[in-house]
Nanobody, 115 residues
Framework: VQLQASGGGLVQAGGSLRLSCVASGSIFSFLDVGWYRQAPGKQRELVASIAHTGGTAYVSSVKGRFTISRDIAKKTVYLQMNSVKPEDTAVYYC??????????WGQGTQVTVSS
């Protein structure tokens, strides 16, 4: 499985951005997908995830502001980021996992939030 992340950019605090993660292959509907981020000098953290069952989870710092969703037909997972804050600035990565055989990362997309 190969992942292609996109949608990052420069946005003002309080604004919105939507990230996309497009997957290759035919097993997308069986994958658990997560959006991670890594800010300079910090560890990579899991921001939001969507299980193959459709269940979602969020880190507390983004609850109520970010929404993860997927379009199975398009093999795409989205991260809608609303009310962004300067502390959301990071490189965002998508990750897909499926059993013991799949653990793939996208290339990362930079999100910069200006105050």
């Amino acid at each position: 499985v190969q992942l292609q992340a996109s949608g990052g950019g420069l946005v003002q605090a309080g604004g919105s951005l939507r990230l996309s993660c497009v997957a290759s292959g035919s097993i997308f509907s069986f994958l658990d997908v997560g959006w991670y981020r890594q800010a300079p000098g910090k560890q990579r953290e899991l921001v939001a995830s969507i299980a193959h069952t459709g269940g979602t989870a969020y880190v507390s710092s983004v609850k109520g502001r970010f929404t993860i969703s997927r379009d199975i037909a398009k093999k795409t997972v989205y991260l809608q980021m609303n009310s962004v804050k300067p502390e959301d600035t990071a490189v965002y990565y998508c990750n897909a996992r499926g059993g013991a055989a799949v653990d793939s990362w996208g290339q990362g997309t930079q999100v910069t939030v200006s105050s």
